[in-house]
């Protein structure tokens, strides 16, 4: 009976450590599509900001010469 309890408890365990992976698993893959997302705003800010520089230059140029 003994052997037979621990195994119903090791089979119970790896059930509950396998769902936990799981559910941790599916917080990794949202933390990093978030992460994927952020980054891909911050390149279009990038973009953006060196599109602003430019602009500025262009109209600093003009206004100099």
Known sequence: APARQVSGLAEQLEERLFHLYGLHNELIQERLQE????????????????????????????LCL
Request: proline letters at 0%; a negative charge.
């Open 35 to 62: 992460l994927a997302e952020v980054m891909e705003r911050v390149g279009q800010a990038e973009a953006e900001l060196r599109q602003v520089c430019r602009t500025v230059e262009a109209a600093y140029h003009d």
